[in-house]
């Protein structure tokens, strides 16, 4: 069975530029969540998504926003990027929404913006 | 707010040694806690969980024990192999659905051969 796959594994952007990243989850998990890391930071939840509806948002500006697709593959993006946004994303899979369902996260976007 | 600490960065042991890596929590509502295995240029993997109605959950060579009264959570490690050498993060929340987890700032293992 597949992994998470996400793409694309790395990636530069400037200042003010948007960004879309994607996650395509484990063939019949319906769950995809986001994760940003910075070092500082450690991994903070950005959002879940389950069935292309959006359960759970944690505290990041608008600018971060998602969405899910009939198939659960989840993209996520970014606009008017500041320099701040230089993190690894990663996106983590589940059978189902609920911390009981073991998530499996894929290798990470890791995002520089200059 | 931290509401998941892990206040070591980092930790050193010997090859077959026990390693012990701890981590607190503010919210004493959190009732699922999990720890997670994570190697330079790959996600986090799961390696741990424990419920609040237990203290203790053993999975081979990894335990993780539980005190609520102090609001603390650790991870052992016996015996503890250069294989183990990575960052582990400490992660809680509620079991029920649509819930988030919030993790640690991560502990560094290094485990010398």
């Known amino acids: 069975k597949a992994g998470v796959t996400q793409t694309p594994r790395y990636l530069i952007k400037t200042r003010g530029q948007q960004v879309t990243l994607s996650c395509s989850p484990i063939?019949?998990?319906?769950?995809v969540s986001w994760y940003q890391q910075t070092p500082g930071q450690g991994l903070q939840f950005l959002f879940e998504?389950?069935?292309?509806?959006?359960?759970n948002k944690g505290n990041f500006p608008g600018r971060f926003s998602g969405r899910q697709f009939s198939n659960s593959r989840s993209e996520m993006n970014v606009s008017t990027l500041e320099l701040g946004d230089s993190a690894l994303y990663l996106c983590?899979?589940?059978?189902?929404?609920?911390?009981?369902?073991?998530?499996?996260f894929g290798p990470g976007t890791r995002l520089t913006v200059l | 707010d931290q509401q998941v600490k892990q206040n070591s960065p980092s930790l050193s042991v010997q090859e077959g040694r026990i390693s012990i890596l701890n981590c607190d929590y503010t919210?004493?509502?959190?009732?699922?806690f999990l720890w997670y295995k994570k190697y330079p240029a790959e996600g986090p993997t799961f390696l741990i969980s424990?419920?609040?109605?237990?203290d203790k959950n053993e999975d081979g060579r990894f335990t993780v024990f539980l005190n609520k009264s102090a609001k603390h959570l650790s991870l052992h490690i016996v015996p503890s192999q250069p294989g183990d050498s990575a960052v582990y993060f400490c992660?809680?929340?509620?079991?029920?659905?649509?819930?988030?987890?919030?993790f640690g700032k991560g502990i560094t293992l290094s485990v010398r051969p």
């Open positions: 919210n004493s509502m959190f009732d699922y």
């Open positions: 063939s019949g998990h319906r769950s």
């Open positions: 983590a899979s589940s059978l189902a929404s609920g911390l009981i369902n073991e998530q499996f």
């Open positions: 424990i419920s609040s109605i237990k």
């Open positions: 998504y389950f069935s292309e509806t959006q359960r």
């Open positions: 992660a809680a929340g509620f079991a029920g659905a649509n819930s988030k987890l919030t």
